[in-house]
């Protein structure tokens, strides 16, 4: 007896998508299903990912669709390291690029001649290679350009500040008063005197204190208004370059209103994880108080929780923590900002409170005294998913390499650094560090191959904001218009890169089951590139533009033309 064959069964209609992103090159990040056509979004969500012949089924008469003509569609950039409240301050004479002390005189004198009555001359993304000699800027550099208007100049990694005569006065700089609220004040070891060099700015000034001491003298960079301005273009740029996520590094609960009030004005177009700073002298009433905000801000569209420390500080101006002296130095290898003891017994109570750490470390030194405490921490308290974070790595000894992955420490890392226009020969980073230390520099390759999870990002406004400048960093260790490489034996392959954009930094922030992938379940953001970065020419990658952005299904930036 025979049968007759079963009817075949439609797959049901789905409820139709809100939007639907259609002839796309999907490179999704997800081991599952690598690469799609299209995808569909229904309530700020990814709901379907597959093949162009069968998006029409999500497709209905309020259905947004977005036709990607072929182009390459990546999850929206996580910046596991973006400055945004530092930006890029119109209203301070801009000295990128300056070389030497010359063009800086002579920016700061056009600036005056269109600024003849501002009580303040402020200047940012000074480099310190501008100074000759390998020294580092004082007063009377400064003050030929400055005259008695007092000024303070930032560096461009914000570590640092430089003042002249008239700042020395008004803000009380003296040979006997050089712990300062918003830094410490570098003396000659002649004359004892104050140099006009302030080192430890990152660490002091930008504090919750730092910044109210200098608010309260007067100094206009720092007021509520100039915070809010560099916050908003900066939340600008990022959405512009596909930034969909930025983690936010150093904040105090003073900050988080300017989070605020981003928000309610409709800037917050980026999603936003802000860590707190937690500086030397941080109190449990303190720690008591990050908690509660952990608790107030704790949305998809803003989360405060992760603590920012530092161990050491920067390479250029010698104040990281190395194992061995400086090049052309006997002794001199920096300071670490805890003794090793008090820093592990520090992690290991914030580790106890679940408190994920984000510690700033650059030297070799700065670097094991952050593993020696967590895995102190692991000692005390037992393992836990905590996911500490390593931040910058630029000098790391081999030996301590395996050690990320073995106590589940993530790299979080800047590949624009390494390019040579900034820590190669003949600047100022290779220099201090000396050539035969040159393969300790950014370990990018090698950590990625021991099985260390990397988050990749900026630290704008350190460095360039664009996704496209670092990933083709990390990729050529090269300066994004071309020239040599260096320590290319670092370099990583484009897919591995835009992973450490995308899912490393989704993965560092305990955010991978919402976002870092275009999978369904997560949240719906992502950009739609110009050009296929996976397939081009490396030197290519830093033209492209993110043509199209969206955040939770809807589309936030496109450029046009």
């Known amino acids: 007896m025979t049968h007759p064959a079963a009817a075949p069964v439609a797959a049901p209609t789905p409820t139709p998508a809100d939007l639907l992103l259609v002839h796309g090159r999907l490179h999704t990040v997800d081991p599952a299903l690598r690469e799609a056509e299209a995808l569909a979004v229904r309530d700020g969500r990814i709901v379907w990912v597959g093949a162009d012949a069968e998006a029409a089924r999500w497709a209905g008469p309020a259905t947004t669709v977005l036709d990607a003509r072929g182009r390459l569609v990546l999850p929206g950039f996580i910046d596991a390291h973006n400055h945004v409240r530092l930006g890029s301050d119109d209203a301070c004479v801009q000295l990128a690029g300056a070389r030497d002390l010359d063009e800086i005189h002579a920016r700061i004198r056009a600036w005056r001649a269109d600024h003849p009555d501002a009580g303040w001359i402020e200047a940012e993304a000074f480099d310190y290679s501008a100074v000759p000699g390998g020294r580092m800027p004082t007063a009377a550099d400064l003050d030929p350009a400055t005259g008695d208007t007092p000024a303070l100049v930032l560096s461009y990694d914000v570590h640092t500040a430089w003042l002249n005569t008239a700042a020395l006065r008004l803000l009380d700089v003296r040979a006997d008063r050089t712990d300062l609220p918003f830094g410490t004040a570098v003396t000659d070891p002649e004359t004892g005197q104050p140099t006009g060099f302030v080192k430890d700015f990152a660490v002091k000034g930008l504090s919750r204190d730092g910044h109210r001491a200098l608010a309260a003298l007067g100094v206009p960079w720092a007021s509520p208004d100039r915070q809010y301005g560099r916050l908003a273009k900066s939340l600008d740029d990022a959405i512009g370059y596909g930034i969909t996520t930025v983690v936010e590094p150093q904040n105090s609960l003073d900050d988080l209103a300017l989070f605020r009030r981003a928000r309610a004005e409709g800037r917050l177009r980026s999603r936003i994880v802000a860590a707190l700073f937690h500086p030397r002298g941080t109190t449990d009433a303190d720690l008591d108080e990050f908690a509660a905000a952990a608790v107030e801000f704790a949305d998809d569209r803003l989360r405060v929780g992760p603590l920012k420390l ?146 990749l990002s900026s630290d704008w406004n350190v460095a360039e904001m664009d996704p496209m400048i670092g990933i083709h960093a990390a990729v050529t260790r090269r300066a994004p218009g071309g020239g040599p490489a260096w320590t290319p034996e670092e370099t990583l392959d484009v897919a591995t890169a835009v992973e450490g954009y995308t899912m490393g930094s989704a993965r560092a922030n305990f955010l991978e089951h919402e976002r870092g992938s275009l999978t369904v379940g997560k949240l719906a953001d992502l950009v739609v590139l110009s050009r296929d970065i996976l397939r081009a020419d490396p030197d290519d990658i830093p033209g492209t533009v993110a043509e199209t952005v969206v955040v939770g299904g809807e589309v936030v930036h496109t450029v046009t033309g």
Request: charge should be neutral.
């Open 310 to 455: 530092y161990i050491d500080d920067v390479v250029e101006p010698r104040t990281a923590a190395l194992l061995e002296p400086y090049a052309g130095c006997r002794h001199h290898r920096g300071d670490t900002f805890y003794p090793p003891e008090e820093f592990a017994a520090l992690l290991a109570r914030l580790d106890a409170r679940g408190f994920q750490c984000f510690v700033h470390a650059t030297g070799d030194r700065g670097i094991r005294t952050v593993l020696d405490a967590v895995a102190h921490a692991r000692a005390v308290n037992g393992p836990r998913d905590a996911r500490h974070q390593v931040v910058h790595v630029e000098c790391l000894d081999p030996a301590d390499t395996p050690r990320f992955a073995r106590l589940g420490v993530t790299a979080c890392m800047q590949p624009r650094h390494a390019a040579p226009d900034i820590a190669g020969p003949g600047q100022d980073w290779a220099e201090n560090i000396g050539p035969e230390r040159w393969h300790k520099a950014w370990p990018l390759r090698s950590l990625h191959r021991a099985g260390a999870l990397l988050a």
